[in-house]
């Protein structure tokens, strides 16, 4: 972050709220060197010093740091003329729970001026290997995953939950009803891991397919679902062309769908999905790559791939089971020919990573870190 702070002289960490994005901006203040200032809008008497804010932040030097930019987003042209000075007398690091594509005002008014790093939740890197069901179970809100008891982690997410419903889509200018956001929210919680299909939910709540591409939008703007796109290749087959839809954090998605311990979670008919969701987002992170060298490989004969990572020449395949044996399928054969897969892995919960065929592994959850390496 410091790094990125020198190189630029405004830098946009975004994340979900509760994810730790005002704990790291402190902790970047304080190994900073020179003055700091420290703005938050969700407090009236910073909102208010910031009404004006090319006027308000000119005479500041050193860092500035401004949280909770969404509610705000005019600020990032008045940063404009500010990042243009002479010599930089300020860097500027401000916070914010959206996107960068939801955030539109930061690329039309900061080109080659700003960088997003965009942070996540806590992953097998922060709770270890060994304790990935935990880390599954809560997920990777550190308040979630570090509270003292299943049912304070429990309520702890339930809160994060009507926060987001009743404040923060506001403040992001969704205009509907918290409970109709609830109910979507809840029903794609329901669908998580499968193909979507917004004419079913546009039937469901009576409303425009447009309208649904709004909520789901908003949703994947404010990092609470990730949508996965197909991949569009030539292969000869028919392929399916809707992407498939998760909720991002495995605890929140075990909130939405009442899962207050480990044992409702493994119970639940969803046990299959979570867990791919789950690892998938592990692997992702562990792969370090960006969303569009993600994608999925389904054909309507019924062969499919959970995820496809393509960066340059390496194309990387991946299953998420949840059982402690997994086996080779004729699909997954069907993927390595068609998509001229370097390997596909099958990540699982068993406690072992071992070849299971030419190009095909069986690699354990909790040993994801050490036998996945980055890509290249």
Not at 136 to 153: I, Q
Not at 180 to 189: D, K
Request: glycine share 8%; proline share 5%.
């Amino acid at each position: 972050m410091l790094r990125l702070l020198e190189d630029y002289p405004v830098v946009a960490l975004l994340g979900p709220r509760q994810i730790g994005k005002t704990t790291l901006a402190k902790a970047v203040a304080r190994r900073f060197k020179g003055a700091r200032h420290v703005f938050d809008l969700e407090r009236r008497r910073h909102a208010t010093q910031l009404a004006d804010p090319e006027t308000a932040l000119e005479p500041l030097r050193g860092l500035v740091v401004i949280d909770e930019v969404q509610r705000e987003p005019g600020i990032f042209a008045a940063l404009r003329p500010l990042a243009d000075r002479e010599r930089t007398p300020a860097r500027f690091l401000v916070l914010g729970s959206a996107t960068p594509r939801f955030l539109r005002q930061t690329s039309e008014s900061l080109v080659g001026r700003l960088a997003h790093f965009e942070l996540d939740g806590l992953g097998l890197k922060d709770s270890g290997g060994r304790n990935w069901n935990s880390l599954w179970t809560r997920g990777g809100y550190p308040r979630s995953y570090s509270a003292r008891s299943v049912s304070a982690s429990f309520g702890w997410r339930r809160d994060i939950v009507r926060g987001y419903l009743e404040r923060d889509l506001s403040d992001l200018g969704l205009r509907a009803p918290a409970s109709t956001i609830e109910r979507f929210w809840v029903m794609i919680a329901h669908y998580h891991g499968q193909i979507w299909n917004g004419a079913e939910f546009a039937r469901a709540f009576a409303i425009s397919e447009a309208t649904v591409r709004r909520y789901v939008d908003v949703l994947e703007s404010t990092y609470m679902i990730r949508v996965l796109r197909p991949i569009a290749v030539n292969t000869g087959k028919r392929l399916v062309k809707a992407p498939k839809v998760y909720v991002k954090d495995s605890g929140i998605l075990h909130q939405l769908l009442e899962l207050r311990d480990a044992h409702a979670v493994v119970q639940h008919p969803k046990v299959g999905a979570s867990f791919e969701g789950f690892a998938l987002q592990e692997t992702i992170r562990r792969l370090g790559a960006s969303p569009r060298e993600c994608s999925f490989w389904a054909t309507h004969q019924g062969a499919e791939l959970d995820l496809l990572v393509v960066r340059g020449k390496q194309r990387l395949g991946f299953e998420f089971k949840h059982t402690v044996a997994p086996e080779v399928t004729k699909s997954m054969r069907i993927a390595i020919e068609d998509l001229g897969l370097d390997r596909l892995d099958i990540v699982h919960i068993g406690e072992e990573t071992y070849p299971l065929g030419q190009k095909i592994r069986a690699v354990s959850i909790a040993r994801l870190l050490k036998d996945i390496e980055p890509l290249g």
